[in-house]
């Protein structure tokens, strides 16, 4: 009886071990998730001021980092706290040889439209703007317009889900 209550003492150890490694993974995900969507301070800035009248959306997202443990409080000082200490100046660099349509082509399996429902909870929980199939297409044969609040948060939602289906 001894030996059965040290193994499923053991076994609890394993499984507390286990929870804590799938929960510093999820949280290394959520990084990489959040700083693909706001690489620098200043990215976080300028999606606040596009988003002057929603402050839900940016509400939203600190709120969020502050559940998955990423920020200590849920504020807006402690979210660009944690951005300029994670800011990489690499990241804004993308390798021209790759075209929004190839990246798209590369994880759309089979298509476009089922990435459309993990963008629809993406898109709800930050209260931003629902992603839709056709201007995604659009965005593919690379009609992009850089003005087009709708189409940034397009590439905002699109990363944060890379970074986090992708987390290295």
Known sequence: ???????KKSDRDVLKIRKKVMKE?????EKNALLGMFPSVNSFEAFEEDHIKSKLTSDSIIGHAF???LIRESSRDAFLDFLSENENPD???????????EIIDFIAKPSVNALLPHF???SE???MDEINGPMLSRMKKGKFNPDSLKQCDTLRILVYWIGKKYPD
């Open 1 to 7: 009886m001894r030996f059965m209550i040290a193994v």
């Open 25 to 29: 993974s999820e949280k290394h995900a």
């Open 67 to 69: 559940k998955t443990g």
């Open 91 to 101: 990241a804004s660099s993308l390798s021209e040889n790759i075209t929004f349509g």
């Open 120 to 122: 629809s909870k993406i």
């Open 125 to 127: 929980k930050f209260q």
